[in-house]
């Protein structure tokens, strides 16, 4: 069915909002024993780890059809879905349609994108936490950082804040956690790039979901990044990216399989020592459709998987 124009999802909202392995893979599979070495994990069969979507990434079906969405991505293959910001204007009701359509379809919500006041405690939290303990999701991440964050100490105030929220989720059965993107990767105190200060002023038990893309887009280590923080990285966004110029579909326009990521290395590394629990496809756009896109992805992320 088609969102009326009242829907909480309807595209005139939809907009408003959206502006406002584990273990190493043999020595062949890696190329050389010495890249093995160098990743310092053991040799053995990848896990069975629930691939997922981003429903960003398919953003425009999403909001002429929720529900045709939801089934498509499932016949598809997908296990996971992830909202984001528009599902916050969802009435409680609605939820749980939703919730119920995604039960219907053998779908999991494992986690939401959120602004930063679903994770400062008062009365938009409790809005996240029940719609999130409906939908079935165990993370409440946080999009991006609030405007203004620019300097470490504002970085800084901004993880106690975060620290707090972790404590304050947790009574809920719930994680938070927090989506990196290319401003994260850059220096903001001498050597020391945001993601850095995140991490080391955020508990252990507060997760650093993964966009690879953007670390790749960097110049940054994922390989680095994954080892230093082992157990941290319980949902990965499987983006990639390639350089050149988004004209000539490249940069995020590259379906995934098609930049210059280390997947295979990457995956053995967040398997090993990341802790990631489920993974999330992400496409900013491409040369196809949606849902053509979502499915040449997936098709990729199969043959990975098998040829491991």
């Not at 598809?76 to 409680?92: C, D, K, L, T």
């Not at 939401?112 to 405690?121: E, G, V, Y």
């Not at 252990?204 to 893309?213: A, Y």
């Not at 496409?283 to 196809?288: A, D, L, V, W």
Request: hydrophobic share 40%; glycine share 8%.
């Amino acid at each position: 069915m088609n969102f009326p124009a009242h829907s909480p999802l309807s595209r005139r909202r939809f907009l408003e909002i959206s502006a406002a392995v584990p273990a190493l893979l043999a020595a062949q599979s890696l190329g050389c024993s010495g890249r093995a070495a160098e990743m310092g994990v053991t040799s053995k069969p990848m896990k069975t780890i629930p691939i997922g979507m981003e429903l960003y990434s398919v953003r425009g079906e999403l909001a002429r059809d929720l529900p045709g969405t939801l089934r498509t991505v499932a016949r598809q293959g997908y296990e996971v879905v992830e909202f984001y910001s528009p599902y916050f204007a969802w009435s409680f009701p609605f939820a749980k349609d939703v919730r119920a359509q995604l039960d219907d379809l053998g779908l999991r919500c494992h986690s939401t994108h959120n602004p930063f006041a679903s994770l400062t405690p008062g009365e938009t939290m409790g809005r996240a936490i029940e719609l999130n303990q409906i939908l079935g999701a165990r993370q409440i991440v946080l999009s991006s950082a609030p405007a203004g964050t620019k300097d470490v100490e504002a970085w800084k105030r901004l993880c106690g804040q975060l620290t707090t929220a972790v404590t304050a989720l947790k009574a809920h059965g719930l994680s938070a956690g927090f989506h990196n993107h290319l401003v994260e990767w850059a220096p903001v105190a001498g050597n020391q790039r945001v993601m850095d200060v995140i991490a080391a002023n955020t508990p252990d038990d507060f997760i650093l979901q993964f966009d690879v893309g953007t670390c790749i887009e960097a110049g940054a280590d994922p390989l680095a990044w994954i080892r230093a923080h082992p157990g941290r990285i319980k949902s990965v966004h499987l983006k990639d990216w390639a350089p050149g110029r988004r004209e000539d579909e490249k940069e995020f326009r590259v379906l995934f399989g098609e930049g210059v990521t280390p997947w295979k290395e990457l995956l053995a590394t967040v398997e090993s020592v990341g802790g990631v629990e489920f993974y999330l496809m992400e496409q900013e756009g491409s040369r196809f459709s949606e849902f053509e896109t979502a499915e040449r992805c997936l098709a990729t992320w199969k043959a990975m998987r098998k040829t491991a």
